[in-house]
């Protein structure tokens, strides 16, 4: 499977912007990266997912190195409601489909 | 907004006893897959199925294991003979489209079932 790494935790306050990186040193041209976390007693959700572009939608937005071997997940603004662990995840372009979640990176949000 | 349902949100079982997963995805969905994520650790690919059949699966699913769609809507995960080893969260997941190269597929989970073996 496609290697990410990221940070065991980080910490942030309510309100503030949290950027969480991701390396993937090893992406290859047509591998998408994604983002999912996963809320406490929950399954994993969603969050954004891009090839080459930076992108945003009404959860995060998703900035992409220019030779796309980091990415960062931006949180514009961190609620108690985001924190959670969240995976960066290469979608290795296989035309199965399944996820390699690794460690993830577990965010703490202080009130 | 549409969501997986899974059944039962807890499920405690004598090892060696035979359990049945339920979930029932996404209606417009066509993928289908498994994970599981033993207490503390990462979530685990299972299997995936597309169109009546395994798509692929991980060495974690051995014959153990089985998935069926036995209807138009739900989608099961059994456990033929537990082991205390199986005791994880296991969740289901759908997405809408094939996954095809250079394409993306979003997968939209369910809840998730806490099997605890005895």
């Known amino acids: 499977d496609a290697k990410t790494t990221q940070p065991n935790s980080m910490e942030s306050n309510e309100e503030e912007p949290v950027h969480l990186p991701c390396n993937h040193s090893?992406?290859?041209?047509?591998?998408?990266i994604h983002w999912y976390r996963q809320l406490p007693s929950q399954g994993p959700e969603y969050v954004i997912h891009g090839l080459t572009s930076n992108v945003n939608n009404r959860m995060a937005s998703l900035a992409i190195a220019e030779d796309r071997k980091s990415s960062t997940l931006i949180l514009h603004r961190a609620t108690l409601r985001d924190a959670a662990v969240y995976y960066c995840i290469l979608d290795r372009g296989s035309t199965l489909g399944r996820l390699y979640f690794g460690r993830g990176t577990q965010l703490t949000v202080w009130p | 907004e549409p969501e997986v349902t899974q059944t039962p949100s807890h499920q405690v079982t004598q090892m060696g006893q035979e359990v049945i997963l339920r979930c029932v995805p996404i209606s417009n969905h066509l993928y289908f897959y498994w994970y599981r994520q033993i207490l503390g650790q990462k979530v685990e690919f299972l299997v995936s199925?597309?169109?009546?059949?395994?798509?692929?699966k991980s060495e974690i699913f051995d014959d153990q294991f089985s998935v069926e769609r036995p209807d138009g809507s739900n989608f099961t995960l059994k456990i033929r003979s537990t082991k205390l080893e199986d005791s994880a969260m296991y969740f289901c997941?759908?997405?809408?489209?094939?996954?095809?190269?250079?394409?993306?597929?979003?997968?939209?989970f369910g809840p998730g079932t806490r099997l605890t073996v005895l």
């Open positions: 997941a759908s997405s809408p489209t094939i996954k095809t190269s250079g394409a993306y597929n979003e997968q939209f």
């Open positions: 199925f597309y169109n009546n059949e395994i798509s692929e």
């Open positions: 090893t992406i290859s041209g047509t591998d998408y």
